[in-house]
């Protein structure tokens, strides 16, 4: 069974840093991308960021562009989420994604979701 | 940055109804489109990828269709967990986006 665990949201000030991680397991990790996707409370869906399966391409969206930053370690089947000078607007609940294949962002399994709040 | 309009933003139907939901993208996005259902307080579920594939474990009476523009999401009888939010996603070009939803909520 493929299970997708995040930890690491909390409340931090505005200008403060997380780090997000997502504990894989139930699937041969090293073979699929990984998305991160969030949602801000009320809200639509909006994708963050993606790493392929190898680590080869990286992308993210504008606004996140420069404070954070994604990596993975296919040896202990996680993705990590590096967030600094974060913000207000970054308030959302953050999901963990495995892609369909090696290189896409359509993602088949999700996880629970982990809470940042960015507030002082 | 393709942009995704969904309609309706609400659609009410009773269970065992067809709900037939629209995705339009701002330019061709060929097939790469795939359709998430979302329940209040779970993460997504996808339901199809690029247009029309059914994912794993999704119940026949969920059905896709379309190309470059214009895609359809149809559930042929609404059955009670079928009442939730569903989003579309173009895979196409950088960065992937989302529509806004459409929300299906028992008439």
């Known amino acids: 069974e493929v299970q997708l665990v995040e930890s690491g949201g909390g409340l931090v000030q505005p200008g403060g840093s997380l780090r997000l991680s997502c504990a894989a397991s139930?699937?041969?990790?090293?073979?699929?991308?990984m998305n991160w996707v969030r949602q801000a409370p009320g809200k639509g869906l909006e994708w963050v960021s993606y790493?392929?399966?190898?680590?080869?391409?990286?992308f993210y969206i504008d606004s996140v562009k420069g404070r954070f930053t994604i990596s993975r370690d296919n040896a202990n089947n996680s993705v990590f989420l590096q967030m600094n000078s974060l913000r207000a607007e970054d308030t959302a609940v953050y999901y963990c994604?495995?892609?369909?294949?090696?290189?896409?962002?359509?993602?088949?399994?999700w996880g629970q979701g982990t809470l940042v709040t960015v507030s002082s | 940055e393709i942009v995704l309009t969904q309609s309706p933003a609400t659609l009410s139907l009773s269970p065992g109804e067809r709900a037939t939901l629209s995705c339009r993208a701002s330019?061709?996005?060929?097939?790469?489109l795939a359709w998430y259902q979302q329940n209040p307080g779970q993460p997504p579920r996808l339901l199809i990828y690029?247009?029309?594939n059914r994912a794993t474990g999704i119940p026949a009476r969920f059905s896709g269709s379309g190309s470059g523009t214009d895609f359809t999401l149809t559930i042929s009888s609404l059955e009670p967990e079928d009442f939730a939010v569903y989003y579309c996603?173009?895979?196409?070009?950088?960065?992937?986006?989302f529509g806004p939803g459409t929300k299906v909520d028992i008439k």
């Open positions: 790493i392929s399966s190898h680590s080869v391409s990286r």
């Open positions: 690029d247009a029309s």
């Open positions: 330019q061709s996005i060929n097939s790469h």
């Open positions: 139930g699937f041969s990790f090293s073979d699929y991308s």
């Open positions: 996603q173009q895979r196409s070009n950088w960065p992937p986006t």
């Open positions: 994604a495995k892609g369909l294949g090696a290189t896409m962002t359509t993602s088949d399994y």
